[in-house]
């Protein structure tokens, strides 16, 4: 059974913009609690002056920080695909792994990680690394899923739960967290995608990258989906 952490899984799913595209199509229309929205007042609350973003996907966040905030961004993620793409949007973007940053101590007043703690195999070795590269009193604002995130397509389709456990999630962030921050602040947020088309769903579900059952030819339209992330905000 594969893994979300699992470093070959992680390299064979970010390997091009395909899949990361798939899985955002199922969020397309919405309804509730907009978490993007609140990831992006949460950065610029902090003000921030030089900011790393790991695992940065292909550079959307980090190009919208540098522009609107005029911070000093630069991003990491261990896919070269993303890598590239992030740079063809003028992204200060490099190949790395959150596990060995190459930046000296206190290098950043900010560090964003959304939605890719769940992909790190040792996860206090990644968040000891962000730790150390941020200033004293720097901040980290994460964003993961609950393990019930997404629970109707994954029911349909058998997803194999155990795939997710002891990985960083809404149920274990916070007690993570303060292994390595004196302050943690979270926020919890539950919305609904409504997908009218079968063809995201099948989308979705071979992007997965796990053993599972096909979508049902007959799965009734629309269909709705339940979103439930959560936001943590640590402090140094």
Known sequence: MSRLDDPQVVREQYASEQGLRARAALWQEMSGPDIKAQLWDAIAACAPQRVLEV????GGLSERIARELRAEVVMVDQSERMVELARARGVDAHAGDVQALSFEDDSFDLVVAAWMLYHVTDLDRGLAEIARVLVPTGRLIAVTNSIRHAEELFNLVGYPWRAREGMFRSEN????LRRHFRGVERTDVEAWATVRDRQVLVDYRESMMVETTSVPEDV???FRVGARPTMFVATK
């Open 55 to 58: 695992g940065g996907g292909e």
């Open 173 to 176: 962030g916070e007690e993570i």
């Open 220 to 222: 009734e339209l629309p």
